[in-house]
């Protein structure tokens, strides 16, 4: 629940429509529960840590794993006090944490993140256009580097160098036909000329 326990009247439908439309756009992909106004639904966390967020994501499968939490705000709940009281507490939990603000207050709502070291996954708008309503990614952090996988300095191990066989040098082309042909060539015997009758 907000700390501000009593909202305009006209921020307070906004607030629980937008909780409502994000729960229907999510049934596809997610278990979805909600806490729209002062209800107490669906807990983020147990025992004394329980949170309530006004969207609670839990996944489809078997065992239905908390995959994110939804914290819906209007005008007048993006200050200090809801980003130290629920905010922090949101981003705590071992889960995404997305957050929803009107579209003027975007920028204010990054700022007191950014302030208070509060770890948000994603920060959207919304404004209303006639009677739909419109929604618009502002933020996403950025994704964690993957591991190098480089071995550590401070080790010294390196790699083996590779060897490179030199080719053996080659020998000039006549004189390697030159030691053919005495290898084949057999050896010449001197002949004596005959001794003509007479």
Same mark, same amino acid.
């Given at each position: 629940?907000?700390?501000?326990?009593?909202?305009?009247?006209?921020?307070?439908?906004?607030?629980?429509?937008?909780?409502?439309?994000?729960?229907?756009?999510?049934?596809?992909?997610?278990?979805?529960?909600?806490?729209?106004?002062?209800?107490?639904?669906?807990?983020?966390?147990?025992?004394?840590?329980?949170?309530?967020?006004?969207?609670?994501?839990?996944?489809?499968?078997?065992? =239905?794993?908390?995959?994110?939490?939804?914290?819906?705000?209007?005008?007048?709940?993006?200050?200090?006090?809801?980003?130290?009281?629920?905010?922090?507490?949101?981003?705590?939990?071992?889960?995404?944490?997305?957050?929803?603000?009107?579209?003027?207050?975007?920028?204010?709502?990054?700022?007191?993140?950014?302030?208070?070291?509060?770890?948000? =996954?994603?920060?959207?708008?919304?404004?209303?256009?006639?009677?739909?309503?419109?929604?618009?990614?502002?933020?996403?952090?950025?994704?964690?580097?993957?591991?190098?996988?480089?071995?550590?300095?401070?080790?010294?191990?390196?790699?083996?160098?590779?060897?490179?066989?030199?080719?053996?040098?080659?020998?000039?082309?006549?004189?390697?036909?030159?030691?053919?042909?005495?290898?084949?060539?057999?050896?010449?015997?001197?002949?004596?000329?005959?001794?003509?009758?007479?």
């Amino acid at each position: 629940m907000s700390p501000i326990l009593l909202r305009p009247v006209r921020e307070q439908l906004e607030h629980d429509r937008v909780i409502r439309l994000l729960g229907a756009r999510s049934k596809r992909r997610f278990q979805v529960a909600i806490n729209p106004g002062s209800e107490l639904n669906a807990p983020a966390g147990s025992g004394t840590d329980a949170i309530y967020p006004d969207v609670v994501l839990c996944s489809l499968e078997r065992g =239905h794993r908390l995959q994110a939490v939804v914290e819906v705000e209007t005008g007048e709940s993006v200050n200090s006090l809801e980003a130290l009281s629920e905010w922090s507490r949101l981003a705590k939990l071992r889960t995404a944490f997305h957050l929803y603000v009107p579209a003027g207050s975007a920028e204010a709502a990054r700022r007191l993140c950014a302030d208070h070291n509060i770890g948000v =996954h994603e920060i959207w708008s919304y404004h209303p256009i006639g009677d739909q309503m419109h929604f618009t990614m502002v933020y996403r952090a950025p994704a964690p580097a993957r591991p190098s996988r480089r071995l550590p300095a401070s080790s010294g191990a390196r790699p083996a160098p590779s060897r490179v066989r030199k080719p053996a040098p080659r020998r000039p082309a006549r004189s390697a036909a030159r030691s053919r042909k005495k290898a084949t060539k057999p050896p010449s015997r001197s002949r004596r000329p005959s001794a003509r009758k007479k």
